[in-house]
């Protein structure tokens, strides 16, 4: 009897192990310095951990300050395969005028997690003067009402008004930044709705929510790597066009990088708005406009995909604009002590592409890892970040560490068309007696490697190990259940 509580005891601790190794989903609120200067930006982010983004409710408004765009930056963390993914939304704010304002507390929801932020003081220092901000035109969407009083059953009924449509300059269009690309080179590509100021007065938005994701639909490529912005907020952008002012809305934007030769093709897209009719006769008092509806559409756009030029690695080889940072945690080194080397690679491109390649059987050094770590930021309708590699790495003979020949990646530079071979620059000399074996000992100060590596087990065990422990303490609860309750039966009598 006491084997089987023994062996629940330890299946059970073994399942709660099992099962608390994924955690639920996280975000909190990160505000911005509180101190800055009139030219600077003034920022509100949220940070989501555990999940992929799905939505999320408005940022707050600031008194005395405007929204000014937003960006997003995905950080992945991969170590011993395991990845965690965590997602920055950040809101940027322009202030008006120098002088101190308030952040009131306020509370957001994302993915249904409710985060709330106790608010903070901001101080706006003087650096420049800025433009007063236009005046907001009238609010479109209020139904127009015909007004019937006593006074009609002295003068009669008003005569129905006339209303006729006015001529509008707006648009919409499918803009990508590239005529033409490269395999595997990103190329912009964005749905805007433009409108001169003077329309705003007659068009609106309608039904918008509704239409959106059939649009995005049909604009989605089938042959691409698709990074998307997260941006859920449309509001206008003051753009020439023509050399005339424009207000743009940014409907859908993503950065789309071409996995073969296939067209990129985008198909003539529907967007239906509400455009009022404006009476002949104003009448004081009424609303004189009468809503109606037109539907917009943005030609249709082909961009053409080459292949990269002849190389062996073609089909392996990331397209974009990178360089090589590194980093080492120590400037001495000897034979038999571990040191962590960094290789990263930042620039624009598809980051998810790039990697290592294979590490070559060196007799002069010995290494481990990595541990891989990316930042994606979207901005401004670029795409770029860093993708760092950290390994820890032993050397068994003294003299220079020629790191060159153990680091390296090819890439291809779409805007010279040629390809090119970042490798590692560093080269640390190394001190110490030959070392003939391995010699990795765990850094006194790494908590990790002063635990795991001398308790661990290299024997090979079956991927479902852990479903059939989770299966097997099943059985021996319902085991100890049944002989509980034949215990009891039996006492009762």
């Given at each position: 009897?006491?084997?089987?509580?023994?062996?629940?005891?330890?299946?059970?601790?073994?399942?709660?192990?099992?099962?608390?190794q994924?955690?639920?989903?996280?975000?909190?609120?990160?505000?911005?310095?509180?101190?800055?200067?009139?030219?600077?930006?003034?920022?509100?982010?949220?940070?989501?951990?555990?999940?992929?983004?799905?939505?999320?409710?408005a940022?707050?408004?600031i008194?005395?300050?405007?929204k000014?765009?937003?960006?997003?930056?995905?950080?992945?963390?991969?170590?011993?395969?395991q990845?965690?993914t965590?997602?920055?939304?950040?809101?940027?704010?322009?202030?008006?005028?120098?002088?101190?304002?308030?952040?009131?507390?306020?509370?957001?929801?994302?993915?249904?997690?409710?985060?709330?932020?106790?608010?903070?003081?901001?101080?706006?220092n003087?650096?420049q003067?800025?433009?007063?901000?236009?005046?907001?035109?009238?609010?479109?969407g209020?139904?127009?009402?015909?007004g019937?009083?006593?006074?009609?059953?002295?003068?009669?009924?008003?005569?129905?008004?006339?209303?006729?449509?006015?001529?509008?300059?707006?648009?919409?269009?499918?803009?990508?930044?590239?005529?033409s690309?490269?395999?595997?080179?990103?190329?912009?590509?964005?749905?805007?709705?433009?409108?001169?100021?003077?329309?705003?007065?007659?068009?609106n938005?309608?039904?918008?929510?509704?239409?959106?994701?059939?649009?995005?639909?049909?604009?989605?490529?089938?042959?691409?790597?698709?990074?998307?912005?997260?941006?859920?907020?449309?509001?206008?952008?003051?753009?020439?066009?023509?050399?005339?002012?424009?207000?743009?809305?940014?409907?859908?934007?993503?950065?789309?990088?071409?996995?073969?030769?296939?067209?990129?093709?985008?198909?003539?897209?529907?967007?239906?708005?509400?455009?009022?009719?404006?009476?002949?006769?104003?009448?004081?008092?009424?609303?004189?406009r009468?809503?109606?509806y037109?539907?917009?559409?943005?030609?249709?756009?082909?961009?053409?995909?080459?292949?990269?030029?002849?190389?062996?690695?073609?089909?392996?080889?990331?397209?974009?604009?990178?360089?090589?940072?590194?980093?080492?945690?120590?400037?001495?080194?000897?034979?038999?002590?571990?040191?962590?080397?960094?290789?990263?690679?930042?620039?624009?491109?598809?980051?998810?592409?790039i990697?290592?390649?294979?590490?070559?059987?060196?007799?002069?050094v010995?290494?481990?890892?990595?541990?891989?770590?990316?930042?994606?930021?979207?901005?401004?309708?670029?795409v770029?970040?860093?993708?760092s590699?950290?390994?820890?790495?032993?050397?068994?003979?003294?003299?220079?560490?020629?790191?060159?020949?153990?680091?390296?990646?090819?890439?291809?530079?779409?805007?010279?068309?040629?390809?090119?071979t970042?490798?590692?620059?560093?080269?640390?000399?190394?001190?110490?007696?030959?070392?003939?074996?391995?010699?990795?000992?765990?850094?006194?100060d790494?908590?990790?490697?002063?635990?795991?590596?001398?308790?661990?087990?290299?024997?090979?065990?079956?991927r479902?190990?852990?479903?059939?422990?989770?299966?097997?303490?099943?059985?021996?609860?319902?085991?100890?259940?049944?002989?509980?309750?034949?215990?009891w039966?039996?006492?009762?009598?």
């Amino acid at each position: 009897m006491r084997f089987f509580f023994v062996l629940l005891g330890v299946l059970w601790v073994g399942c709660g192990i099992v099962a608390g190794q994924k955690q639920p989903p996280t975000a909190d609120i990160v505000l911005g310095k509180s101190t800055f200067p009139i030219n600077e930006y003034y920022t509100i982010s949220f940070r989501l951990r555990g999940a992929p983004l799905e939505r999320y409710s408005a940022f707050p408004e600031i008194e005395g300050f405007k929204k000014s765009g937003k960006s997003s930056t995905t950080t992945t963390r991969t170590v011993n395969g395991q990845s965690s993914t965590e997602l920055t939304i950040t809101q940027r704010y322009a202030a008006f005028d120098p002088g101190t304002f308030a952040v009131k507390p306020f509370s957001m929801t994302v993915n249904g997690l409710t985060i709330r932020s106790e608010g903070a003081a901001l101080r706006v220092n003087p650096q420049q003067a800025t433009a007063t901000p236009p005046a907001p035109g009238p609010a479109p969407g209020a139904s127009p009402l015909q007004g019937i009083g006593l006074l009609d059953k002295l003068f009669g009924k008003p005569k129905p008004q006339e209303y006729v449509e006015p001529q509008d300059q707006a648009f919409l269009a499918v803009v990508p930044d590239k005529t033409s690309v490269f395999v595997g080179q990103g190329v912009h590509v964005g749905l805007y709705f433009y409108l001169a100021p003077q329309d705003q007065a007659v068009l609106n938005f309608y039904n918008f929510a509704q239409q959106l994701p059939g649009i995005i639909r049909q604009l989605r490529q089938r042959t691409v790597w698709e990074e998307s912005f997260d941006e859920q907020e449309v509001l206008p952008e003051n753009v020439i066009v023509g050399g005339k002012p424009f207000l743009r809305y940014r409907l859908w934007e993503a950065e789309l990088y071409p996995l073969n030769t296939q067209p990129l093709t985008f198909p003539a897209v529907a967007l239906q708005m509400v455009k009022y009719k404006v009476a002949k006769k104003p009448a004081p008092g009424l609303d004189n406009r009468l809503a109606g509806y037109k539907i917009y559409y943005a030609n249709a756009r082909t961009i053409p995909v080459k292949a990269l030029p002849p190389h062996p690695l073609r089909d392996q080889v990331p397209v974009g604009s990178y360089r090589v940072k590194e980093a080492i945690d120590r400037t001495t080194f000897r034979t038999g002590k571990a040191f962590t080397y960094t290789f990263s690679v930042e620039g624009e491109g598809n980051l998810a592409a790039i990697n290592l390649e294979a590490l070559p059987a060196s007799e002069a050094v010995e290494v481990y890892g990595p541990e891989v770590q990316q930042e994606l930021t979207r901005e401004g309708g670029r795409v770029g970040g860093r993708k760092s590699f950290q390994f820890r790495l032993v050397a068994r003979r003294p003299g220079p560490v020629a790191l060159d020949t153990l680091f390296r990646v090819v890439v291809f530079n779409p805007a010279t068309a040629r390809y090119d071979t970042l490798r590692a620059g560093l080269q640390p000399v190394v001190r110490g007696p030959v070392r003939t074996t391995s010699t990795f000992r765990a850094r006194l100060d790494d908590p990790f490697y002063r635990t795991a590596l001398p308790e661990a087990d290299a024997t090979l065990h079956p991927r479902d190990t852990y479903r059939d422990v989770r299966r097997y303490a099943n059985v021996v609860v319902v085991v100890l259940l049944l002989m509980a309750g034949v215990g009891w039966w039996r006492a009762r009598r």
